[in-house]
């Protein structure tokens, strides 16, 4: 089985120690587009390559970047960053909201949006051959509005005419990856094809197994964002989660964002989030989990072998 990364398709195999959400830059592609000389494109590039590079002396072979519209996606940058580093990148497709679409896609129905999806899978990305390697969506607090449901709906058809599969930005306070699954199973989606996103953000194992319970995977996947929940509770759900069996389904990374609009200039990121890197998990996290006697084998399934799952390989 091939996927696509940013440089070619690559074997699912080849895949090796993976983070699995992770953004080379986020910002706003309206504000770049009007205003570009708040931006420093030479900069964006070399923090981000610093970035990559780290992850690639800890082992990581890939990492999945799931920057789409509403985050300035741009291939070409994950592009020349693979190159440069030799860390292979998957890009995705999708929209990034919490409530409204542009015009062209509020007023056009949810098969034209995921026609679009499907053209980045089987054509190209912005004018180029790179190809996206699987769908991306967002629920947060505002909820299910209707250009959320489109946009899930429309990767829930996409994802049914390629066969890649989901992840998903998800708000578990208001347990929005409930009603994301919801729409899934309405549209007819493998479930087990879903990863359900940023299910660390919480330590409620109640409503983490409620997500479970349905077949999907989920993202322990910020760490480092400790204001939202520290470390150690991070740790703790994790370790309760491996204990229940739930190892097979769980996948551990950063959403590091090596550059973003919510702090600039990039070094306020140190003072909101000092831990908070694309090597934190590697340097700090796995260690930890180790102490606390998660296996290498265990550390293998969620870092290795569960990507393979979610693309249904194995």
């Not at 072979?61 to 030799?86: A, H, W």
């Not at 740790?235 to 600039?264: A, H, P, W």
Request: aromatic letters at 8%.
């Amino acid at each position: 089985m091939n996927i696509h990364s940013v440089t070619g398709e690559i074997h699912i195999d080849a895949l090796g120690s993976t983070l699995i959400h992770e953004h080379m830059r986020t910002r706003s592609e309206l504000v770049a587009k009007q205003f570009p000389h708040l931006y420093d494109e030479i900069e964006e590039f070399e923090l981000a390559k610093v970035q990559v590079e780290g992850t690639k002396k800890y082992g990581i072979q890939t990492i999945f970047d799931p920057t789409v519209m509403g985050l300035d996606r741009d291939v070409c940058l994950m592009e020349r960053i693979s190159k440069e580093t030799g860390v292979q990148i998957i890009a995705a497709t999708g929209v990034y909201t919490f409530n409204t679409l542009p015009t062209r896609f509020s007023v056009n129905s949810v098969d034209f949006l995921a026609e679009q999806f499907v053209r980045d899978v089987e054509i190209g990305i912005q004018g180029t051959p790179i190809k996206a390697g699987f769908f991306k969506c967002a629920t947060d607090a505002e909820g299910v509005t209707p250009g959320v449901e489109k946009v899930i709906r429309a990767v829930a058809r996409a994802h049914l005419q390629t066969g890649l599969p989901i992840m998903t930005h998800s708000h578990p306070a208001t347990e929005t990856g409930l009603k994301q699954i919801v729409i899934f199973e309405e549209e007819g989606v493998d479930l087990t094809k879903v990863l359900i996103g940023h299910c660390g953000d919480t330590d409620n194992i109640d409503y983490i197994e409620r997500v479970l319970s349905y077949g999907v995977m989920i993202g322990m996947d910020r760490y480092g964002i400790s204001r939202v929940l520290p470390t150690e509770k991070r740790n703790d759900t994790v370790l309760k989660l491996i204990e229940k069996g739930y190892v097979e389904r769980m996948f551990l990374s950063q959403d590091y964002c090596c550059t973003t609009d919510l702090y600039k200039p990039n070094h306020l990121k140190k003072n909101v989030h000092p831990e908070w890197s694309m090597t934190y998990l590697l340097q700090t996290i796995i260690p930890l989990l180790k102490e606390q006697g998660v296996t290498e084998q265990q550390i293998n399934q969620m870092m290795s072998q569960n990507v393979k799952r979610w693309y249904g390989y194995i």
